[in-house]
């Protein structure tokens, strides 16, 4: 008895070691086979397809045989190929910036070679139509005070004020300010910037609308920027010219009654404008003698030209030359006595913008002026008469 039942007792405890042992078998490949587990598997796998062997459990008759795993392989073989899809996009879209990358950076053939000349001030130097009338100071720059013609002394204009380009050089540029000249170096001003865009790039401005011009009152100020023909029409009205004579008759010669005229002017011209410069003008001086013999018969002296320009608020003087005239006019006369003075201010295309004359007569005829020639002989209307003979 004691015998059959240790026997018993022996495959009891077989057949539950079995059991636990099939179990844990069961349990293994049921958590190697999860989705979880073959993932993982399929990451770490290399990329070439395997044949993977499965450990093959010992028989048991109370266990029935699991289900076959899905290849792992058929998962690594997806995954290499979304990744090779990948990094193909990624490698041809690199190439599509490398390619696009040049055409950028460099300019085509075609471009560079339309590319715009620079300006230099070799191209205009020649050609005064190009020059601008007026540059910006780029730095503080000292200029002569003129009082009454004279210098008396320099004072500095500071950095971003407008002044008058009077004359340049490929060099140089000579600047006025008030009365005042100062050569100075080019890059001292705005000229390159104004001037020294590549040409070509620019444009014409854009042509404004017709319409009725404004009628200015006689207190409104043409701006400094008008044109030509309403600078001209401006002159008279904002210009003052005054005559003073700076030479005297001396009593010389063989009589003690025989005089020499020593004639000298000094014109002075004032722009009242607080804002309109007036550049390039000109001005014609007639200096007139009335014969001592035929009252009533004046030749001309002289005729004398000058250059000039009046900035805002400006003046500008000029000194004649001195010329002479002998004249007796008691006892036996003789010669032609100083009596009238005539000046004609032109504007720089030639147009005769004011008249001014010590005779109001002479003053009128101004469409007589061109004909008139030094030594020659005129009524006061500036008609031809004969020239006495002495």
Do not use: C
Request: proline share 8%; net charge negative; glycine share 6%.
């Amino acid at each position: 008895m004691r015998k059959e039942g240790r026997a018993e007792q022996g495959n009891a405890l077989l057949i539950i070691a079995l059991v636990i042992a099939v179990a844990g078998i069961v349990v293994f490949f049921r958590a190697r086979n999860s989705p979880e587990s073959v993932t993982a598997t399929a990451v770490k796998i290399d990329p070439t397809p395997l044949s993977v062997a499965r450990p093959t459990p010992a028989p048991s008759p109370a266990e029935r045989e699991p289900e076959p795993a899905p290849e792992v392989a058929e998962v690594a073989e997806v995954a290499e190929v979304a990744e090779e899809a990948e990094v193909a996009e990624e490698v041809a879209e690199v190439e599509v910036l490398a390619a696009a990358e040049p055409a950028a950076e460099r300019p085509s053939e075609s471009i560079r070679e339309s590319a715009p000349k620079r300006f230099s001030l070799a191209d205009i130097v020649n050609d005064r139509s190009q020059w601008p009338r007026t540059v910006r100071l780029k730095q503080a720059t000292a200029f002569p005070v003129i009082i009454n013609g004279r210098v008396a002394g320099r004072a500095k204009v500071p950095a971003g004020v407008t002044v008058q380009l009077a004359m340049l050089s490929t060099d140089w540029l000579e600047l006025s300010h008030r009365g005042g000249r100062v050569r100075v170096r080019p890059e001292t001003t705005d000229l390159s910037d104004t001037m020294g865009a590549p040409q070509g790039e620019a444009t014409e401005p854009a042509s404004p609308s017709p319409g009725p011009a404004p009628v200015a009152s006689a207190g409104d100020e043409v701006p400094a920027t008008a044109s030509r023909s309403a600078l001209e029409e401006e002159f008279p009205r904002r210009v003052h010219i005054d005559m003073v004579r700076t030479r005297k008759t001396r009593i010389e010669g063989g009589d003690f009654d025989d005089k020499i005229d020593r004639i000298q002017l000094r014109a002075t011209l004032r722009n009242g404008a607080p804002n309109t410069a007036f550049p390039e003008y000109s001005a014609e001086l007639y200096l007139f003698g009335e014969s001592q013999v035929s009252r009533g018969v004046y030749k001309l002296l002289s005729k004398q030209q000058h250059g000039f320009s009046l900035e805002p608020r400006g003046q500008h003087e000029w000194e004649t030359e001195e010329i002479k005239s002998g004249w007796d006019n008691t006892g036996a006369k003789w010669g032609f006595r100083f009596t009238d003075w005539l000046i004609v201010v032109r504007s720089g295309q030639g147009k005769r913008v004011m008249t001014k004359s010590s005779s109001s007569v002479m003053q009128r005829q101004t469409d007589r002026l061109d004909r008139l020639r030094e030594g020659k002989s005129y009524t006061r209307e500036l008609e031809d008469a004969p020239l006495p003979s002495r």
